[in-house]
């Protein structure tokens, strides 16, 4: 079954500090993955995306996500976050080579940032 | 250019009422898709328009929610009756086709007391 895994809920960095964010999917395919952010009282805003070819992909915000298939993993990372990124964070995967259109979403993490 | 429009923001109403979501794609998308983030939970796909027609609704729950999507223009998701458990935010989402890229409305926070 198609699923996406991010297993922290909720992480605290301080400002100017790097960050990464962890995702791990199961696809039956090569996947489609995608990182979303939602800010408090926006909506679902895409950040980077990944469908072939280079495995780092670069995003808005000063954002990146790396695409791992023996890991099966698309973690977001970025050098130094600013007090504006905090918010939560989706990976999500699909659709991808299959007729499937639905985005299959992870649980979310939570960021927030330390002054 | 407009982005995807979802209203009312927030709805409140009592158990056995119904609520009708109202959601305004982006120009020209013919695509048209509905999810929900039910107790801070992942975020899950309800359905799929391709124009008026339904291409995917295996994410509806139940015959409680209807979707429809008059002359492949705006949709609307009624629930009817509404039960505790509906409660959560809903998302619509409208792209050109399934390969490209979902853009993604504000939401309509629903609580249902």
């Known amino acids: 079954a198609q699923s996406v895994t991010q297993p922290d809920i909720h992480i605290t960095v301080s400002e100017g500090a790097s960050l990464e964010l962890r995702c791990n999917y199961s696809y039956g395919a090569t996947p489609y993955l995608f990182w979303y952010v939602q800010s408090p009282g926006q909506g679902l805003q895409l950040l980077l995306k990944y469908f072939s070819g280079d495995t780092l992909v670069q995003g808005i915000k000063g954002f990146e996500a790396e695409f791992k298939r023996s890991q099966s993993s698309f973690n977001l990372r970025k050098p130094s976050v600013h007090w504006s990124d905090a918010a939560e964070y989706f990976c999500?995967?699909?659709?991808?080579?299959?007729?499937?259109?639905?985005?299959?979403f992870g649980s979310g993490t939570r960021l927030s940032i330390r002054p | 250019e407009a982005g995807v429009t979802q209203f009312p923001s927030h709805s409140v109403i009592e158990k056995g009422q119904t609520v009708t979501l109202r959601c305004d794609p982006i120009?020209?998308?013919?695509?048209l898709y509905w999810y929900r983030r039910v107790m801070g939970k992942e975020i899950k796909f309800l359905l799929h328009?391709?124009?008026?027609?339904?291409?995917?609704e295996s994410g509806m729950p139940n015959n409680r929610f209807l979707a429809e999507r008059t002359g492949g223009t705006y949709s609307t998701l009624k629930v009817q009756p509404a039960e505790l458990e509906d409660s959560g935010v809903y998302f619509c989402?409208?792209?050109?086709?399934?390969?490209?890229?979902?853009?993604f409305g504000p939401g309509t926070r629903l609580t249902v007391l």
């Open positions: 328009f391709v124009k008026e027609s339904k291409q995917d």
């Open positions: 120009s020209g998308h013919d695509n």
């Open positions: 989402a409208s792209s050109q086709d399934i390969y490209n890229e979902q853009f």
């Open positions: 999500a995967v699909g659709p991808g080579y299959s007729s499937a259109s639905k985005i299959i």
